[in-house]
């Protein structure tokens, strides 16, 4: 029960990102090269002070942290600069979409291959989200914003996998961070930056609160958490926000949102329940 809440918690951090950044940058008070630096700075910030109050070392002369933090920077950078012309919904089934597969296809390559039970479960919250998300054929889907929304994805997957291996969760995201940053920083060079403070605020919220402190607990939960069923489970996310948008930022929802909502989340409760069957079967 205490892994469940605690993954429930993250996938609400992480949804929460998707909300903090839509409103910064559509609401017009941030640019999204800016937004992008600003969160991970302040989530840099945040986790090095909590680090050094615990007495910890950050961690970041080693190979897994320069990997981590590589994943970082293309996830942050893609998921930036994909939202300047991609749909909000679009992009985030093309990013949790790309995050499910490679994780599936990593884990069947190195001999963690999902149940059919997981893949069962797994189609059919997939399923809900192609219902509430996928664009009408009026929409044009930019080409290069899928590329990068799907290297996003990609990004995001290779820092989940990673993740699992984290012996000390807060010193390894913290060390992600902070060697991110720079990498991140770069993309002030390419992109016209402008803030006010209302999206300063909201990107050192969303950089400290939802990004820094979600994605140590998200590193805490994945070594107990089989790679499919974490794969699956983030599926949860975009649901999540369109919800949270209808509740903070007065988005519609309409009966098509609510069957998806049951869809995703009953097939994550499948692919999640599929180890415990197993092994009430063993």
Known sequence: MRIFLLTALVMIAFAANSVLTRFAIAGGYIDP??????RVASGAVMLCLILLLRGGRVQVFNRQ???????????????SLAYLTLDTGLGALILFGVVQIAMFAHGALFGVAPTLRK???????FAGLVLVLWPSAAVQVDPLGAVLMIAAGLGWAAYTIIGKGSADPLANTAGNFLICTPMVA???????????????????LCGAVTSGLGYA?????LPK????????VQLSVPVIAILAGAAILAEPVGIKVIVATVLVLG????AVSARSAQAGRS
């Open 119 to 125: 893949m069962i479960g797994a189609a059919v919250a």
């Open 225 to 232: 958490l089989m790679q499919s069923t974490a794969a699956v």
């Open 217 to 221: 607990l998200w590193y805490a939960v």
């Open 267 to 270: 097939g994550i409760g499948l």
């Open 65 to 79: 942290r320069c990997f981590g933090a590589l994943t970082l920077a293309v996830y942050i950078i893609g998921f």
């Open 33 to 38: 090269a800016g937004f992008a630096v600003v």
């Open 186 to 204: 770069l993309l002030m060079l390419v992109q016209p930056v402008f803030n006010t403070p209302t999206g300063l605020v909201v990107g050192i």
